[in-house]
């Protein structure tokens, strides 16, 4: 009853739906870069830079791949499938190495068409397919994802499963043998592109094997689509998969009256394999990381580090509205696609297999934002069948192609809308990347740099140096370090931190040694320190004896960083014994201000009395101990002014070349990113300043 009237397209249609599609998702993607071409701090070597941080680490391994070599211990990607396929491409496309990785997103991300509208064609609904297509392509967390600059896995993570969805539809729609291997081989190249799909592609199993068992336990093919899926799963080469895939085809091809006996034989054997691969154990990592992350505490060792995950937007809950819009555009939009998807799950049963990645992206309500992207295409199905579904009500076929037509479009506005106004800067700009550039010139390959995870990509691929953490190595235990080094108040304790963490990470790479859970609990195992504060109260001694030195070590200070640096804080101020965290100290940064004769205005509750040179915080008075303004001159050097008031209370510092007044307490004003970074001011026993520019200070270890 529910079902909408059956379509016959030809190929030639098939191909215009999908042409057109395509299309469109790419010029909706261009709004960006009609957006940000015209302004030059976003471009390199030529070309715009690319807008997300992760990029940056595939970009690295691209690069070594295409060299031929990197630096031992460098963690560069060589290995992963983003950095291969940007490799090979690079060695294909006629355009330089930027232009690639910009571009790499829109133009394989808006493949996503392609499943989508196959799906609906493999239902005799290649309309809602294409409807679908248009929805998907652009709906908010998709394109946010797979937007020009955005190179990083997303461009591929939800085309591969859709892909799949498409397989199986297939398979179990016409229930031939030949349906099979394209099962195995869009799993096998989704598990090759992410690894991460594991999870879900178990879920797909489990799925088939029980819809079978309840509803069908008696149709051998429903039996021989599970083993496919399993055969995809397997944590065994790429050329095994197909090999073996091929194998079984062969087997259910020339064995045409196949007994459940030897059939079962056949899926022992997988089973078996699949167990001794790995099995559910990295689905269960998955969940550990993910759905249990709210405890700040993530050591299993002696040692009670904070975790980063509770301060990654990514990974938090998120508010319904913000849930559907990322979804579908509007939240009118996703209620509508919520009941289109239930109706079209009750008409075609063959949508049920889409259910894991509608469940996946339903998570996001707790798990974090992220994972909105995979409920994108199922509810943009959803949606498009409500559209057809409604439009049929109409008994003129011209009034049918017009309410199609108009209700598609007020699918796709809020979406074109997000997509116009989502205008996200470049990762850095091109003052930052020269002097990153700049270190490349003066740092071997074995040199580390020290700056906080957010910056490690890039600085490893512009300086192509080592980092203590990036974007994939950032555990409460290797964020401790940095964290110390940024925020420490005592530059000895600094500097032996930043020796003694590089020499024994170092250590540990050519140890192989993986018994310690951080390089904190290794470099004091190995220094003869149990107790943490004992070591940390040893290392700033004086006498206190560093490894010997093996390469330099150079410290990464961004203006970028000061919006952040009260988060970069929570890490090392905290007891290690306990994890407990001490009182936070005070920080306030505003750009948000104005002199109203008697006060200056800081905005939020804050201002400064200048009659009585106090601070007002609120419903609180507290004295100003001293008033700093920094500012550069016309030859770019760094002018200081200061005014002492009281021997006690919180500092001001106006940094006038910024537009930017910053309030802090003792603790950040001796901090080594403020005295550093702000004031210029170092021990010059310890650091030599390598590059001090007015967005980006490098300073070099001395000892």
Same mark, same amino acid.
């Given at each position: 009853?529910?079902?909408?009237?059956?379509?016959?397209?030809?190929?030639?249609?098939?191909?215009?739906?999908?042409?057109?599609?395509?299309?469109?998702?790419?010029?909706?993607?261009?709004?960006?870069?009609?957006a940000?071409?015209?302004?030059?701090?976003?471009?390199?070597?030529?070309?715009?830079?690319?807008?997300?941080?992760?990029?940056?680490?595939?970009?690295?391994?691209?690069?070594?791949?295409?060299?031929?070599?990197?630096?031992?211990?460098?963690?560069?990607?060589?290995?992963?499938?983003p950095?291969?396929l940007?490799?090979?491409?690079?060695?294909?496309?006629?355009?330089?190495?930027?232009?690639?990785?910009?571009?790499?997103?829109?133009?394989?991300?808006?493949?996503?068409?392609?499943?989508?509208?196959?799906?609906?064609?493999a239902?005799?609904?290649?309309?809602?397919?294409f409807?679908?297509?248009?929805?998907?392509?652009?709906?908010?967390?998709?394109?946010?994802?797979?937007?020009?600059?955005?190179?990083?896995?997303?461009?591929?993570?939800?085309?591969?499963?859709?892909l799949?969805?498409?397989?199986?539809i297939?398979a179990?729609?016409?229930?031939?043998?030949?349906?099979?291997?394209p099962?195995?081989?869009?799993?096998?190249?989704?598990?090759?592109?992410?690894?991460?799909?594991?999870?879900?592609?178990?879920?797909?199993?489990?799925?088939?094997?029980?819809?079978?068992?309840?509803?069908?336990?008696?149709n051998?093919?429903?039996?021989?689509?599970?083993?496919?899926?399993?055969?995809?799963?397997l944590?065994?080469?790429?050329?095994?998969?197909?090999?073996?895939?091929?194998?079984?085809?062969?087997?259910?091809?020339?064995?045409?009256?196949?007994s459940?006996?030897?059939?079962?034989?056949?899926f022992?054997?997988v089973?078996?394999?699949?167990?001794?691969?790995?099995?559910?154990?990295?689905?269960?990592h998955?969940?550990?990381?993910?759905?249990?992350?709210?405890?700040?505490?993530?050591?299993?060792?002696?040692?009670?580090?904070?975790?980063?995950?509770?301060?990654v937007?990514?990974?938090?809950?998120?508010?319904?509205?913000?849930?559907a819009?990322?979804?579908?555009?509007?939240?009118?939009? *996703? $209620?509508?696609?919520?009941? #289109?998807?239930?109706?079209?799950?009750? !008409?075609?049963? %063959? +949508?049920l /297999?889409? @259910?894991?990645?509608?469940?996946?992206? *339903? $998570?996001?309500?707790?798990? #974090?934002l992220?994972?909105?992207?995979? !409920?994108?295409? %199922? +509810?943009? /199905?959803? @949606?498009?069948?409500?559209?057809?579904?409604?439009?049929?009500?109409?008994?003129?076929?011209?009034?049918?192609?017009?309410?199609?037509?108009? +209700?598609?479009?007020?699918?796709?506005?809020?979406?074109?809308?997000?997509?116009?106004?989502y205008?996200?800067?470049?990762?850095?700009?091109d003052?930052?990347?020269?002097?990153?550039?700049?270190?490349?010139?003066?740092?071997?390959?074995?040199?580390?740099?020290?700056g906080?995870?957010?910056?490690?990509?890039?600085?490893?691929?512009?300086?192509?140096?080592?980092?203590w953490?990036?974007?994939?190595q950032?555990?409460?235990?290797?964020?401790?370090?940095?964290?110390?080094?940024?925020?420490?108040?005592?530059?000895?304790?600094?500097?032996?931190?930043?020796?003694?963490?590089?020499?024994?990470?170092?250590?540990?790479?050519?140890?192989?040694?993986?018994?310690?859970?951080?390089?904190?609990?290794?470099m004091?195992?190995?220094e003869?320190?149990?107790?943490?504060?004992?070591?940390?109260?040893?290392?700033?001694l004086?006498?206190?004896?560093?490894?010997?030195?093996?390469?330099d070590?150079y410290?990464y200070?961004?203006?970028?960083?000061?919006?952040?640096f009260?988060?970069?804080?929570?890490?090392?101020?905290?007891?290690?014994?306990?994890?407990?965290?001490?009182?936070?100290?005070?920080?306030y940064?505003?750009?948000?201000?104005?002199?109203?004769?008697?006060?200056?205005?800081?905005?939020?509750?804050?201002?400064?009395?200048?009659?009585?040179?106090?601070l007002?915080?609120?419903?609180k008075?507290?004295?100003?101990?001293?008033?700093?303004?920094?500012?550069?001159?016309?030859?770019?050097?760094?002018?200081?002014?200061?005014?002492?008031?009281?021997?006690?209370?919180?500092?001001?510092?106006?940094?006038?070349?910024?537009?930017?007044?910053?309030?802090?307490?003792?603790?950040?004003f001796?901090?080594?990113?403020?005295?550093?970074?702000?004031?210029?001011?170092?021990?010059?026993?310890?650091?030599?300043p390598?590059?001090?520019?007015?967005?980006?200070?490098?300073?070099?270890?001395?000892i």
């Amino acid at each position: 009853m529910l079902k909408l009237h059956e379509e016959r397209n030809s190929l030639r249609a098939l191909f215009i739906f999908i042409a057109i599609a395509y299309i469109f998702a790419i010029a909706v993607r261009f709004t960006w870069v009609d957006a940000v071409k015209n302004a030059p701090q976003f471009h390199w070597n030529n070309e715009l830079m690319i807008n997300n941080n992760d990029g940056y680490y595939f970009a690295e391994g691209a690069r070594d791949i295409l060299a031929g070599s990197h630096n031992t211990n460098d963690q560069s990607p060589v290995d992963e499938a983003p950095s291969q396929l940007t490799a090979s491409l690079s060695k294909i496309v006629p355009v330089s190495f930027e232009t690639l990785i910009l571009y790499m997103p829109a133009f394989i991300g808006s493949l996503i068409v392609i499943p989508l509208i196959l799906i609906g064609r493999a239902l005799n609904q290649t309309t809602m397919g294409f409807i679908a297509a248009l929805v998907a392509s652009i709906a908010n967390s998709y394109y946010n994802r797979t937007m020009v600059g955005y190179y990083d896995t997303d461009m591929l993570n939800i085309v591969f499963p859709v892909l799949e969805m498409f397989s199986l539809i297939l398979a179990i729609t016409h229930q031939r043998n030949r349906y099979l291997i394209p099962i195995s081989i869009s799993i096998a190249l989704y598990q090759w592109w992410y690894p991460q799909a594991y999870a879900l592609d178990t879920a797909l199993f489990a799925m088939i094997i029980g819809y079978t068992l309840v509803f069908d336990r008696k149709n051998l093919y429903f039996y021989k689509i599970a083993l496919f899926i399993l055969i995809g799963i397997l944590a065994i080469p790429f050329s095994a998969k197909a090999g073996l895939a091929l194998v079984v085809f062969a087997v259910f091809h020339y064995k045409k009256d196949l007994s459940f006996r030897v059939f079962g034989a056949i899926f022992a054997l997988v089973i078996a394999l699949y167990f001794f691969t790995g099995g559910i154990e990295p689905i269960l990592h998955f969940i550990k990381g993910y759905l249990f992350s709210g405890n700040k505490n993530n050591a299993p060792s002696g040692l009670v580090f904070y975790n980063v995950v509770s301060t990654v937007r990514e990974a938090g809950h998120i508010p319904f509205t913000l849930f559907a819009e990322r979804i579908s555009g509007h939240t009118v939009t *996703f $209620i509508f696609a919520l009941i #289109g998807y239930i109706l079209v799950l009750i !008409a075609y049963r %063959p +949508l049920l /297999i889409t @259910l894991p990645l509608a469940g996946l992206g *339903f $998570i996001a309500m707790s798990a #974090g934002l992220r994972f909105t992207i995979y !409920a994108v295409p %199922p +509810l943009a /199905i959803g @949606l498009a069948f409500l559209i057809l579904l409604i439009s049929q009500q109409m008994k003129k076929p011209l009034l049918q192609y017009l309410s199609i037509a108009v +209700l598609t479009l007020a699918a796709l506005y809020p979406n074109y809308t997000h997509a116009k106004e989502y205008l996200t800067p470049t990762v850095l700009n091109d003052s930052e990347v020269v002097a990153l550039t700049e270190l490349n010139k003066m740092a071997s390959g074995e040199d580390y740099m020290i700056g906080w995870w957010d910056y490690g990509f890039p600085i490893r691929y512009y300086s192509d140096v080592k980092t203590w953490a990036d974007g994939a190595q950032h555990s409460g235990g290797q964020n401790y370090p940095v964290s110390f080094v940024l925020t420490g108040n005592d530059p000895l304790s600094v500097a032996h931190m930043m020796r003694l963490n590089t020499e024994y990470l170092e250590k540990i790479f050519q140890e192989k040694n993986a018994t310690y859970p951080s390089v904190l609990e290794y470099m004091m195992n190995k220094e003869g320190f149990k107790d943490p504060n004992d070591f940390i109260n040893a290392i700033a001694l004086p006498e206190y004896k560093t490894p010997t030195k093996t390469r330099d070590v150079y410290l990464y200070l961004p203006l970028r960083m000061m919006e952040i640096f009260p988060t970069v804080t929570l890490f090392s101020n905290l007891d290690l014994k306990t994890g407990k965290t001490l009182p936070q100290p005070f920080f306030y940064l505003t750009q948000n201000f104005q002199d109203t004769g008697k006060t200056i205005d800081l905005a939020q509750g804050v201002a400064i009395e200048k009659a009585t040179s106090s601070l007002k915080l609120g419903t609180k008075n507290v004295p100003i101990k001293a008033f700093y303004q920094v500012g550069y001159d016309n030859d770019k050097k760094l002018q200081i002014t200061r005014q002492a008031f009281a021997s006690d209370g919180l500092t001001v510092i106006f940094m006038a070349s910024y537009g930017q007044f910053l309030v802090v307490d003792d603790y950040f004003f001796n901090s080594t990113y403020i005295q550093m970074f702000v004031f210029e001011q170092y021990d010059k026993n310890l650091f030599q300043p390598v590059i001090l520019s007015p967005l980006t200070k490098i300073y070099k270890l001395k000892i």
